[in-house]
């Protein structure tokens, strides 16, 4: 089984940056393609990033430019990162990262991220 813990969500203020972990545990592939999600108050959760077993990344419109999504294969660990850049009060949600497009594993508690001045 395998285990997901999100990290490195904060409050910061508009324009400002954070880089959010993301640490897959368990018996897990390197193969899987992984993606970035994030759920808002009253939202339903949304793709924002998404990264093949091969690198190859994709982003949302919204977040395109100013996010970057990357990996690191260990292991039975699987890492997940996603640089945040030039934040804005609209990516204010709750960050979780998950297997790509099936969303497979049981989802971790996710990490917030709080933009306001």
């Known amino acids: 089984q395998v285990q997901l813990v999100e990290s490195g969500g904060g409050l910061v203020q508009p324009g400002g940056s954070l880089r959010l972990s993301c640490t897959a545990s368990g018996i897990i592939s390197s193969r899987v393609d992984m993606g970035w999600y994030r759920q808002a108050p009253g939202k339903e959760r949304e793709l924002v990033a998404r990264?093949?077993?091969?690198?190859?990344?994709?982003?949302a419109d919204s977040v395109k430019g100013r996010f970057t999504i990357s990996r690191v294969n260990a292991w039975n660990r699987l890492y997940v990162y996603l640089q945040m850049n030039n934040l804005t009060p609209d990516d204010t949600a709750v960050y979780y990262c998950?297997?790509?497009?099936?969303?497979?594993?049981?989802w971790g508690q996710g990490t917030q991220v709080t933009v306001s001045s």
């Open positions: 990264i093949l077993s091969g690198g190859m990344p994709n982003y």
């Open positions: 998950n297997t790509f497009p099936d969303q497979s594993y049981t």
